[in-house]
């Protein structure tokens, strides 16, 4: 049995097996309405304006973890940022120009963030980023768009790395939180999304704190790079 072959044996099983990964649809008349998808993730946004889900440690370990992977980083983008605490650690950390991507209006309120659905293309971007991050994944409608989208924006040597944690598990999915894949088919689901063009590198785990529960968790970040 080839390896393609096992893959798809292996993705038609995750899928019959809600458990394993989950995706919302939103849908009007049968056919997918993306305007009832920008709602409520600007709703979403702005009720959660005040809060934020990235903390500096974070961005500590995976800086060091960058620098330890790409010699002089000299550009990065962020996806789905709110109060864009992302790109400004980064660019502290790694003293090179930082963005995020923010859906919401609420985006020209924060430093270095602009409004775009990280679904879409810019081609200002295209082979410009030496890393792109992101711990918002889960907030995609479609998640093989939006990855493929943010890989065609990385350089030659560049990394995609994907923020997952039991927030980001099928059980997590929600109308506002619409993708959620169990951590040991991501790299599966990645290779299928991809058709060939990249795939999942390595798995760097941090050990932190939840900052919702204040327990220790740890935390997995997919290192994807195009092949």
Avoid at 10 to 23: G, I, T
Avoid at 47 to 72: A, G, H, P, V, Y
Avoid at 101 to 126: L, R, V, Y
């Amino acid at each position: 049995m080839n390896t393609l072959h096992k893959i798809k044996r292996r993705l038609l099983k995750a899928k019959n097996k809600s458990k394993d990964y989950f995706l919302y649809s939103y849908q009007k008349d049968g056919t997918f309405d993306y305007n009832t998808y920008k709602k409520i993730q600007e709703e979403g946004n702005k009720r959660k304006i005040n809060s934020s889900w990235i903390q500096e440690s974070d961005i500590n370990f995976l800086s060091k973890k960058i620098k330890s992977s790409i010699t002089n980083p000299s550009f990065g983008i962020c996806h789905g940022t709110r109060q864009g605490f992302e790109q400004k650690w980064f660019s502290e950390r790694l003293n090179c120009p930082v963005i995020g991507t923010e859906i919401s209006e609420t985006a020209t309120q924060f430093p270095n963030t602009i409004q775009w659905d990280f679904h879409e293309k810019n081609p200002e971007w295209s082979r410009k980023a030496d890393f792109v991050y992101s711990n918002s994944f889960d907030h995609s409608y479609d998640p093989e768009k939006a990855l493929t989208a943010w890989m065609e924006t990385l350089t030659p040597h560049g990394v995609c790395i994907i923020e997952h944690s039991k927030y980001h598990n099928p059980d997590a999915a929600n109308e506002l939180d619409p993708f959620g894949a169990r951590l040991e088919i991501m790299p599966f689901l990645v290779l299928k999304w991809s058709k060939g063009k990249y795939s999942v590198r390595e798995i760097w785990e941090h050990e932190c704190t939840d900052h919702l529960t204040k327990e220790a968790e740890t935390k997995y970040y997919l290192v994807i790079q195009n092949n």
